[in-house]
């Protein structure tokens, strides 16, 4: 039995025992504390709290003055290997920290002494260009733009324009067909005058069309299943073939130069009477004949004519009273004709080469 000292607790093998385990539970805690730290901070507080002067681990060491002389050296051992590995661990967690924060921070780096690098604009497609020229030009005239949908009815596409279902211009004009029964993508901007008519009537109306439209067609380098057109409808009492002539000749002066001259054919239209085609001086060789305008000197832009008196009845205006003129131009073709671009095939590819110029 060993000796018995004045704070029994820590004498003989219950004390050594109790050290012991007090050291391992230490060492456990101690470990895992250190692998949770998440910082410098929080690993400083775990090192002063189990090493620090005033920490766990001094405290056990300053038991073991109340212990046997006998059993001090193993205990002394055990508490300096505890302590040892603990610094270790210590120094490893702290590393660790270090070097995570350094690869962070290396990660974030900024080189503000790089040159900059650029940063890839944007810009409008050559349609989208054209159409809002289109569109600024018959705005400053007074029309108003005017959305109808893509998907329409055939009544609305065909014969509320005058083209019966027997008419031969439905060869012409063949589309896409939905499963449902009469309704298709329209072929032309012209359903929407019959929706402006019956939306505005009886007001007088001046507005632009613009939009896609369909055709079921061979894709060749003159046409494209899908195309913009630019409607225009003007109606009111005492509209005149001479207002049209005004404001498309005024329309292409704006958009081709004011030295431009531009010329009305006769033409045929179902929605239209009487038609016409309107043609501006070849801007290639300005009259003389050149390959872009077949040596005629002329280029055809658009076709336009009166509203023919059954489309107008159709749209709720009484043909008696009322009279009007429209439109129709392809903004694609506009481009082409202004770039002399030869193929339309470009404008839907999505080649940036092509997209590029514009
Ligand atoms: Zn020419």
Redesign the pocket.
């Known amino acids: 039995m060993a000796p018995r000292g004045p704070r029994g607790a820590f004498f003989g093998e219950r004390g050594m025992r109790d050290i012991s385990e007090a050291l391992a539970a230490l060492d456990a805690e101690a470990t895992a504390a250190l692998e949770s730290a998440a910082d410098e901070a929080a690993l400083e507080q775990v090192r002063v709290r189990y090493l620090g002067r005033k920490g766990a681990l001094a405290a056990i060491l300053r038991a073991l003055v109340d212990l046997d002389p006998a059993q001090r050296p193993a205990i002394g051992k055990c508490a300096n290997d505890v302590k040892q590995r603990l610094e270790a661990a210590l120094t490893a967690r702290r590393e660790a920290l270090l070097a995570a924060a350094r690869s962070a921070a290396e990660s974030a780096h900024v080189d503000v002494t790089l040159p900059g690098r650029p940063i890839p604009m944007g810009r409008l497609h050559p349609s989208t260009q054209i159409l809002r020229r289109i569109c600024q030009i018959f705005a400053d005239m007074g029309f108003q733009i005017y959305r109808s949908p893509d998907v329409e009815t055939e009544e609305m596409n065909f014969e509320l324009l005058n083209i019966p279902a027997y008419h031969p211009a439905r060869d012409m004009w063949d589309t896409f067909y939905t499963t449902e029964e009469g309704i298709l993508l329209r072929t032309h901007t012209s359903p929407g005058q019959i929706r402006a008519m019956r939306e505005s009537w009886p007001h007088p109306i001046r507005v632009i069309l613009p939009g896609m439209c369909y055709r079921y067609e061979q894709i060749t380098a003159r046409s494209e299943i899908q195309f913009h057109q630019v409607e225009g409808l003007a109606v009111g009492r005492h509209v005149t073939m001479t207002d049209l002539k005004g404001t498309l000749v005024s329309f292409a002066h704006r958009m081709f130069g004011a030295e431009r001259r531009a010329r009305f054919r006769a033409s045929h239209f179902p929605f239209t009477e009487p038609s016409a085609e309107m043609d501006v001086e ?1 801007i ?10 077949k ?3 002329w ?1 055809e832009i658009l076709g336009c004519g009166m509203v023919h008196p059954t489309v107008l009845q159709n749209g709720g205006y009484d043909p008696m009273a009322y009279s009007g003129f429209a439109f129709g131009m392809g903004p694609e073709r506009i481009t082409m004709l202004k770039h002399r671009i030869e193929d339309i095939r470009y404008f839907w590819t999505n080649d940036l080469r092509f997209l590029e110029q514009f």
Not at 284 to 293: D, F, I, S
């Open positions: 070849c290639l060789c300005e009259g003389a004949g050149c390959a872009l305008c040596q005629t000197g280029l």
